[in-house]
């Protein structure tokens, strides 16, 4: 039951009882008026009867007076007293009508007695006036009018003692009717009181309580705590606030244990990211290590630019194998990303070692295509040389690789073409090819991301204008030289490239003039 | 890119036209794929119209060679017989010798 219709039904309770109390009070009040008129119509009643008894009085005296005096003179009072005895008799028959039958009864008996007693008045008054006094003092010695009369008091005593006693039986109606009003009207108060004090229960219980659990509960969940149940009771339309509290709080309960565990997905996403960060690094350092110190005359460079994250499907090496001997490796896997940076890792190795081991280049291919085997879908193009920095003498071989680019001191380019088909897809031999580097020349190995790389026009970067470059740079410095080789790049493809890119660059100064 | 396929029983040619690249390349790879589980035994890819050939597509057509029982790639494009060179792929040109 909701709050509103639990507060009309207490309010109507109060007016009904209001309304019962001034129906009983207004009874009451209209039974006491009744009381005391009863009682005065009974008390003006008796006085006619004691008035009914004086004139009866008044006519026996005259009756008595007459017979002894035969005076009509005497007769006065009987003929006052006998008008007054019919007025005040049908006064008395009139205002009893309403009382009780015994209060009628006594009245008509009396009316009755004072009836034979004037018979008998009569008779004796006649023979007075007719036979004189003795023979109605004869018929008055017989006791018959005497003993009417006495007849008649008694009736006239019963009659007043009658009406005296209910006209006090009326009063004492009255005051008991006067003293139940005035506890009724006492009662009001009480009521009012009760009511309130009701009424002050009845909030405090429908309202006031389960607001105060509800605020318990709302600062509770303020203040972080989810895990407790809210429990409002009261009313229905409180209760219902309070179950709505309830089912807010479970839900961002639910949301937040949520979150807990999408946090702790992103955390152990995080530190799986933090740590293929650590083994993508070290990869990426493995592609494209640091070069070392060169013999002097001879400066190195090169850099690697992954089409995705820090790993590549490209790796170079440039070390010396031997004291006087530079071996310089680049690889390509098709395709790019982590899995083929894992094939170029293994496939540089093991040129890596080959070189070390003093095989030629076209040998060392061929061992990396024994021992790579079958690599389709994907393949390996590779550019492997050694140079002679005390001769400059420079034997490469090619497995289906771009070009590499020997630049003369005067400029001339030679181009360093495949010497056997590219590994991993089809059988094949790869033979060693000779050149020279003179003082001054530059020699520049690279990959086909470079030139394949592409404009907004669609235009290709290309193999010609990567020669002038290197053609056109003094070549102190290698490492200026890739530099300005990929910002040129860069300016000519600003947006991300769609493969690695890696340039390797070998330069030998000229001889001091 | 865009790809003409023509079929006549087992045999099927497919006409290549446009930059064979790695964003192209899949696309080359799903219709190969497409006549090869369609019963397709033997294959002839016409590059005369391509203008440009990646690793991605050259690794497309690697696979191709070695999934159908015939295959034959039509000589024609400097474009592609410069990579074909290049890479020592005639196997492709059905050299039996590498270029």
């Known amino acids: 039951m909701n709050l509103r219709t639990r507060l009309s039904l207490v309010a109507a309770g109060f007016i009904a009882s209001l309304v019962a109390i001034g129906a009983v009070g207004a009874q009451l009040a209209t039974d006491r008026l009744e009381a005391a008129k009863s009682a005065g119509e009974l008390t003006a009643l008796a006085e006619k009867a004691l008035r009914l008894n004086s ?21 006065e009072p009987y003929n006052r007293g006998e008008a007054a005895v019919d007025e005040l008799q049908a006064a008395l028959v009139q205002g009893t ?37 003795a023979k109605a003092e004869e018929e008055v010695a017989s006791q018959i009018g005497k003993e009417r009369f006495d007849t008649l008091r008694a009736s006239l005593g019963r009659l007043s003692s009658r009406l005296v006693d209910a006209q006090r ?12 009003l005035s506890t009724l009207l006492l009662a009001v108060p009480i009521i009012g009181v009760l009511f309130t004090g009701l009424m002050a229960l009845a909030i405090r219980r429908w309202v006031a309580r389960p607001m105060d659990r509800m605020l ?22 409180v209760a219902e606030v309070g179950a709505s509290i309830d089912a807010m709080r479970a839900t961002m309960a639910d949301r937040l244990a949520e979150s807990d565990r999408l946090r702790e997905v992103a955390d152990r996403a995080r530190e799986a990211i ?10 990426r350092s493995e592609l494209a290590n640091e070069l070392g110190d060169f013999p002097p005359g001879w400066t190195a460079a090169a850099n690697l630019l992954p089409a995705e994250g820090w790993v590549a499907g490209d790796c170079y090496d440039v070390t010396l194998v031997a004291p006087h001997l530079l071996g310089v490796i680049v690889i390509d896997i098709a395709g790019h990303g982590a899995a083929q940076a894992v094939v170029a890792l293994r496939c540089k190795e093991i040129l890596r070692a080959a070189l070390r081991m003093r095989l030629e280049p076209g040998a060392a291919l061929g061992l990396l295509a024994q021992q790579v085997g079958d690599l389709h879908p994907s393949f390996v193009t590779a550019f492997v040389a050694l140079v002679d920095t005390t001769t400059g003498a420079c034997r490469y071989a090619n497995a289906g690789h771009p070009p590499a680019l020997l630049a003369d001191h005067d400029n001339t380019v030679h181009e360093l073409e495949p010497t056997g088909p590219l590994l991993g897809v089809f059988a094949g031999t790869w033979t060693t090819k000779s050149a020279q580097m003179a003082p001054g020349a530059k020699f520049a190995v690279y990959t086909d991301g470079l030139t394949e790389a592409r404009d907004d026009a669609d ?4 193999m010609e204008r990567f020669a002038e470059l290197v053609v056109t740079l003094p070549c102190e410095v290698a490492e200026s030289v890739i530099k300005t080789c990929f910002d040129d790049l860069h300016a000519f493809r600003p947006s991300r490239l769609s493969d690695d890119v890696t340039i390797v660059l070998v330069c030998r100064e000229c001889e001091a003039s | 890119m865009q790809l003409t396929t023509t079929r006549s029983g087992d045999e099927a040619v497919v006409t290549i036209a446009g930059d064979v690249d790695a964003e192209t390349s899949p696309q080359l790879e799903a219709e190969l794929n497409t006549l090869f589980s369609g019963g397709a035994t033997s294959l002839v890819v016409d590059v005369e119209a391509v203008s440009f050939l990646g690793s991605s597509g050259l690794s497309v057509l690697i696979g191709a060679h070695r999934t159908a029982e015939r295959f034959e790639l039509r000589r024609g494009n400097r474009i592609v017989d410069r990579l074909i060179s290049l890479t020592g792929l005639g196997l492709l040109y059905g050299d039996s010798e590498p270029a």
């Open chain 1, 55 to 75: 004139a009866y009085v008044d006519m026996e005296s005259g009756e008595r007076g007459f017979i002894i005096g035969g005076s009509e003179v005497f007769l």
């Open chain 1, 274 to 283: 933090e740590q293929s960060a650590t083994v993508t690094l070290q990869l």
């Open chain 1, 459 to 462: 235009v290709f970067y290309g």
């Open chain 1, 97 to 133: 009508t309403k009382f009780d039958r015994q209060t009628r009864t006594i009245l008509d008996a009396t009316i009755a007695a004072g009836g034979a007693w004037r018979e008998q008045a009569g008779r004796e008054l006649s023979l007075r006036r007719s036979f004189g006094r």
């Open chain 1, 169 to 180: 039986a009326a009063s004492r109606h009255r005051e008991h009717r006067a003293r139940q």
């Open chain 1, 216 to 237: 318990a509960a709302v600062r509770l969940i303020a203040a972080g705590d989810l895990s407790s149940n809210v429990e409002v009771g009261g009313a229905d339309d």
